[in-house]
């Protein structure tokens, strides 16, 4: 898997192909790391597809329509001057780019600044304990997604 990633191409997994982005915000003059970002495929979707013993080519479509946010960070001295805004912008886009369609992470329930955040970026911000669900197609059911306990959902189409 870590050559795709310094590759930058599609991985694939036993649910399919599918597309891990990590991005680095670099402060330039010191070189110093000041904010990351992950995405990934939506692994725990796909294990519960998997085990409900879903088509491949279903599983392979599902793994690259959706994304999840997996992390999100910017360094304190860094916070507020856009950074997050930049990633999570230039992850959605790239994403887009290679079609997917949907994405949706989740986040500490009653996060004021986080629900701000995301509502500020077009996410809906779902109840806490609330899943998403994954919008299907004519050939593929919809799925969901669900928080952990303290957890709250957000998601949009991308």
Known sequence: MSETVDAGGPFT??????RLLFLVAEHTPSGRIVGVSSSIPPLSVLGGMERDEADPVVLGATAMAYVKIRALSVADDYRRQ???????AKALAVHRDERAFFAYGQ??????????????HGFTIHAPGEPVILPGSSRHRDVGASPLLGEQMFSRPI
């Not at 997994?13 to 599918?18: E, I, T, V």
């Not at 856009?82 to 999570?88: N, V, W, Y």
């Open 107 to 120: 986040f500490t329930a009653g996060d004021a600044a986080l629900t701000r955040f995301y509502r500020r």
């Open 13 to 18: 997994s036993r649910f399919g192909a599918g």
């Open 82 to 88: 856009g950074i997050a805004s930049a990633l999570l």
